[in-house]
């Protein structure tokens, strides 16, 4: 298996693209943080490293990591993305807590197999698949905000 380095040089080098250093810092980053990161905690911890990477740089450069799949977008509708790198990793999705805000990891094998029956059934070729459900954990079920009442119509 190639290191995520490697894929990386390799996309660059198809596409045409400048390979910098700053760039290979940041992938490097990325892979050694094994939680979902947003755009400043990655410069943040890129600074704690005594890395001197902008954060232009750092937004230039996610945009080619999702592309040539090593990173991939996750929205956890607060307000910004979050990233988590994905190469080398089994294909999971994300349970989220509507009151604490807490994101566990699942795997389900099953949602796999639907890539070939979109395939088969509808000549659709999925790329790419993720799941985000949204509710209440374990901790926070039962203290869960009650539902809006319904209006009634005059």
Do not use: N
Request: aromatic letters at 10%; glycine letters at 8%.
């Amino acid at each position: 298996m190639k290191s995520e380095l490697e894929i990386f040089r390799e996309y660059i080098r198809q596409r045409g693209l400048r390979r910098t250093p700053e760039r290979e810092l940041i992938l490097a980053e990325i892979f050694a943080t094994h939680e979902h990161f947003d755009v400043d905690s990655l410069y943040l911890s890129l600074r704690q490293k005594g890395i001197k990477v902008s954060k232009a740089s750092i937004y230039r450069a996610l945009p080619l990591f999702i592309d040539c799949g090593l990173v991939r977008e996750v929205d956890f509708t607060d307000g910004h993305w979050h990233y988590e790198h994905i190469y080398g990793h089994e294909q999971h999705h994300h349970l989220r807590c509507l009151a604490c805000g807490e994101v566990l990891e699942f795997a389900e094998p099953g949602l796999s197999c639907l890539g070939l029956r979109l395939l088969q059934e509808y000549g659709f070729t999925v790329v790419s698949q993720h799941l985000d459900v949204k509710g209440y954990c374990r901790a926070c079920r039962g203290h869960e905000a009650p539902a809006e009442p319904e209006k009634e119509t005059p």
